[in-house]
């Protein structure tokens, strides 16, 4: 065997899998190092994909041709789309997943996927050295530079790997320390052994290193639960899932269920306090700020008398339920006499309790939007790594870098997804233009185009990109050709078709709509609030006759013209401002200034230019600390 490729990815979770897959699928002879094969795409924390935003994301990532979205399919054992009571731009899907057959459909993927090897073992070391002609002669700017390049790693069982791309996605592997309590324990989860070594050989190449923290709930035995004390949560059975191509959901659907702490809990909770890491200065690194402890939610919002929790299952197959909700490293005896206050925990009993666990990270801002490092050239990075939390934002990472390995390899541009194109541009761009004082987690309204973003159109936004680029499959794109197609003619057959009101106005008093006192065109009736394509079509023989022709995919195709039609006027407007700000994307600044120079700059602009080094114009002007008047003083510059 021999141990030279053209990308090696180290850690096999959601960020390891997608950018071995996509690199491998691009042409690089890419393998994939895991400590543990047992465990590849390992679900560490909650058993589901998706949620605000993190749907969104993964549905670009299966429009690019990515496998989270049908791993998820595939696995989801519960479906739901979330904010139904708010417009279609913030609509998100989302799947509890059999945490088991997730593991056991992303391997079938990977030891199917042509040009990839899997190897079990750790690595140590990241192996460089001093830059000279850059690979295959991409980014001269590099020649004689005196930076670094990556040649290999070597690992723990003393096995040297030459590639001269390498990727890490080691998540909370490096360094990781576990907390329950007072007890300290090493390791990266649960029983698994932390990623030693590697970290200190990435920052002896001037990678600059912090500590982050995360945690994870109790997991329950549902034999000790009373049932009949929570509220049950059943999920949707409609046509939506995370896939544009693929089967609908195939395994049996099951029920979610919710309670509540109360004040017993929160009293024996605050017991056990001064034994917490958070609060007695055992754990410094900083926490998820939108994933709290059920001690920190105890302490910020000590006027609650209660919380909710979420009682899910962890499989199809399994007793194991996972408690949302109640994140905890408090000692183990003070979570479990907590939960026996609550009614439905009085008989509990669990697998194992709730911990926190510390780990390693590296400074975002240091990377390129390909997710190369500016540092040394030819390492990528994607996931945890880089300061965010979440199994969907690392996909979505992974995904970037896998394609970026394997074009830097080809000696092709990098793909780079812009603000206005999705939410992953929106993710990659808030981590190196911005950087993370706490795990970054995705929200709608860290995107200024979310209108544009929706869950319903990533297809039409990716997959001729991914396609034209040799991701994205012929079948994919043939879909999406036909689906486009199709969308266009419902579009122009209302905006064409005439509505007489004598023949409409009995069936919209029926729904509840205002009588028309003229006819119209079919859109305008569409465009109501209280009116869809499908409650209008019985009203319409032409319209139902339409419709009826739709054989493929036929719910999804008409929520997505639907949609299009209702928001028109807003997705046009979003595309104008867009637009506007691709006058400033398009100016490219790097090399052109030595910002310490410019004593016309603030000293803090001058600080943050000099240290991000910005791609554009626009890029400069989401920096922090860089105000308006500072790129005025740049594009006169530029001018100049």
Known sequence: ?????????????????????????????????????????????????????????????????????????????????????????????????????????????????????????????????????????????????????????????????????????????????????????????????????????????????????????????????????????????????????????????????????????????????????????????????????????????????????????????????????????????????????????RNLQIYRPGYAIEYDYFDPTQLRHSLESKIVDSLFMAGQVNGTTGYEEAAGQGLVAGINAARKIAGLEPFVMRRDESYIGVLIDDLVTKGVDEPYRMFTSRAEYRILLRQDDADARLTQRSYEMGLASRERYDYWLRKKQTISEIEDFCSNFSVKATLINPGLKALGSEELQRGCKLIDLVMRPQLSLSNLAPLIPALSDKLNHITDRREEIIEAAEVRMKYSGYIRREKEIAAKIQRLENIRIKGHFHYDDIKSLSTEARQKLSKIDPETMAQASRIPGVSPSDINVLLVMMRR
Request: glycine residues 10%.
């Open 1 to 345: 065997m021999e141990f030279k490729f053209d990308v090696v990815v180290v850690g096999a979770g959601h960020a390891g899998c997608e950018a071995a897959a996509a690199a491998a699928k691009l042409g690089a002879r890419t393998c994939l190092i895991t400590m543990d094969m047992n465990k590849i795409a390992q679900m560490s924390c909650n058993p589901a994909i998706g949620g605000i935003a993190k749907g969104q994301i993964v549905r670009e990532i299966d429009a690019l041709g990515g496998h989270t979205g049908e791993v998820t399919d595939a696995t989801a054992i519960q479906f739901r789309m979330l904010n139904r009571s708010k417009g279609p731009a913030m609509w998100s899907p989302r799947a509890q997943c059999d945490r088991a057959k997730f593991i056991w459909t992303w391997r079938e993927i990977l030891e199917n996927t042509e040009g990839l090897s899997i190897w079990q073992d750790q690595v140590v070391e990241l192996l460089t050295e001093e830059n000279k002609m850059p690979y295959r002669g991409v980014d001269n700017a590099l020649q004689g530079n005196g930076k670094r390049s990556v040649v290999g790693l070597r690992t723990l069982q003393g096995v040297t790997f030459h590639a001269p791309c390498v990727i890490i996605t080691a998540g909370t592997f490096l360094n990781g320390l576990m907390h329950i309590g007072r007890t300290k324990i090493p390791g990266g989860r649960c029983a698994e052994l932390p990623s030693l070594h590697l970290s200190e050989s990435i920052a002896a190449c001037g990678i600059t290193v912090g500590r982050m923290k995360t945690g994870t709930p109790v997991r329950i035995d549902g034999r000790s639960v009373d049932f009949s004390q929570m509220q049950r949560q059943d999920g949707e059975t409609d046509f939506h899932k995370f896939s544009y191509m693929g089967e609908p959901r195939q395994l049996p659907q099951l029920p979610c269920w919710i309670t509540y702490t109360n004040e017993a809990v929160h009293e024996r909770l605050r017991a056990a306090l001064p034994d917490s890491p958070l609060y007695n200065g055992q754990i410094q690194s900083i926490g998820p700020r939108y994933c709290p402890s059920i001690e920190t939610k105890l302490v910020t919002f000590s006027e609650r008398t209660e919380h909710q929790l979420f009682l899910e299952p962890e499989g199809s197959s399994t007793r194991e339920l996972y408690l949302n909700g109640f994140s905890s490293s408090l000692p183990i005896d003070a979570q479990i006499e907590a939960l026996k206050l609550i009614p439905a925990f």
